[in-house]
């Protein structure tokens, strides 16, 4: 096909021009003609791109400039409840991700551990003992100045309905968090709370317990859903529908500190069940770290794109190229990740495993441009054009107007924490 139109074009111009019966206009027509069918007949295989083809040796400094920026503002990566199911920020509706096919998967054994959806695998089973109901949790994520504030996990006294309630305390790597709200989805008010609403509540209450912090430092804002379910408590259980279908259900906090035990119940309830579990002699129980502990800033090289970055080959290179000034995250680190069982093709998986673009810059391009980087890494490593590496999706789950705040935005904050209302 794109062959005739290209002979057309030809066919067409060459008349024209030969009869002197076209006008400009109508030659400047045909001649374009010409030239998309020429595009047309010269386009790649399907899959592939006009883009040149990368190894592993490619420079940097190219697939940086060919990456996109990063999204800020806007509400087209904005992920819902449903979402935060099926991956949240890496959900297929957010990244705009494609069925391609379905399959169906046989087994003697099934551990229901599915989350918000683990009610729905019940079902299919027959198995309508319980329902999930998602419960979600706002957080509020401070600078690291202000990590400083809280010494210790700070808990109010805890509602009888809500749980724990809101906290003040400071992470792992030294930002002080504020949070979690607790609301019940099946609870009108509660899941339609706004945003000034959502941000009042947390601040107000935080407030209460550090009266000090600066709320103008805030970097970040999250929320994420617990499978909170109708029994009112974790499921770890065989089915009563089938006793080789064991639930883990409806795992709440503090689900994550609990999951070692957790692991080894089931591993007992597939035991009783039937299940032969004899040890696996190539099993190994350790895993190498993928962040390197960094002594300050000795051995490590910061610059613009292009002067400290490696050929793709010497580690000891990649060892010193800081691709993420904040977090102080490595070439050689971000290439490790690449490395595990898990494939990995977006800067938020990145994100997830290194903390490349978690600091208080939030991946700026105006400041080192971070993600740009990370993603001409994966591209790079995964010999893929650049513009097919997922980037971070925005608003995602942030209560925040855009991810890099303005001056009115942190006054507005700071009116929020000082707010009287009774939440």
Not at 2 to 11: K, P
Not at 95 to 101: D, E
Not at 262 to 277: D, M
Request: charged share 25%.
């Amino acid at each position: 096909m794109t062959s005739i139109l290209a002979l057309i074009g030809i066919g067409a111009t060459y008349y024209a021009l030969q009869e002197e019966l076209a006008s400009e206009i109508q030659t400047a027509m045909t001649a374009t003609f010409y030239a998309l069918a020429l595009v047309f007949y010269n386009l790649p295989p399907e899959g592939e791109s006009f883009l040149p083809k990368i190894s592993p040796t490619t420079p940097l400094s190219k697939l940086v400039e060919a990456a996109s920026a990063p999204i800020g503002k806007g509400a087209s990566g904005k992920v819902g409840v449903q979402d935060m199911f099926t991956g949240g920020s890496g959900s297929s509706k957010v990244v705009n991700g494609v069925t391609v096919g379905t399959e169906t998967v046989k087994a003697r054994y099934v551990i229901n551990c599915a989350g918000g959806a683990s009610d729905k695998i019940a079902k299919m089973i027959g198995d309508d003992g319980f329902d999930i109901k998602p419960r979600l949790g706002d957080y509020l994520l401070l600078n690291r100045n202000q990590g400083y504030k809280a010494k210790h996990t700070l808990f109010p006294c805890p509602d009888p309905v809500l749980g724990k309630g809101v906290l003040v305390q400071t992470t792992l790597w030294g930002n002080l968090i504020l949070g979690p709200t607790a609301r019940d989805t099946y609870k009108k008010d509660m899941a339609d709370m706004n945003v000034a609403q959502v941000q009042e509540y947390i601040l107000s209450k935080c407030r209460k317990l550090v009266p000090s912090f600066d709320a103008r430092e805030t970097i970040h804002a999250f929320c994420g859903a617990r499978a909170k379910s109708t029994r009112g408590d974790w499921i770890i259980e065989p089915s009563v529908k089938n006793g080789q279908f064991i639930h883990v259900a409806g795992i709440d906090s503090p689900g994550l500190a609990g999951s070692p035990a957790i692991a080894k119940e089931v591993i007992r309830l597939l035991q009783e069940a039937g299940l032969k579990t004899p040890p696996n002699p190539y099993f190994n129980p350790n895993r190498a770290p993928i962040i390197t502990p960094k002594d300050g800033l000795r051995g490590l090289k910061m610059g613009p794109v292009g002067k400290n970055d490696s050929d793709g080959i010497d580690e000891k290179a990649m060892a010193s190229n800081v691709i993420c000034k904040c977090e102080k995250v490595t070439e050689l680190e971000v290439v490790r990740a690449m490395g595990r069982s898990l494939p990995i093709d977006s800067t938020q998986a990145i994100r997830k495993r290194t903390r490349a673009g978690m600091g208080h810059c939030q991946g700026d391009p105006c400041n080192y441009n971070c993600e740009a980087r990370v993603k001409a890494i994966i591209a790079r490593e995964t010999r893929r054009p650049v513009n097919m590496v997922g980037g971070r999706p925005w608003p995602a789950t942030s209560t925040l107007t855009q991810r890099w705040i303005d001056d009115k935005e942190k006054d507005v904050l700071n009116d929020r924490m000082m707010t009287d209302k009774v939440y």
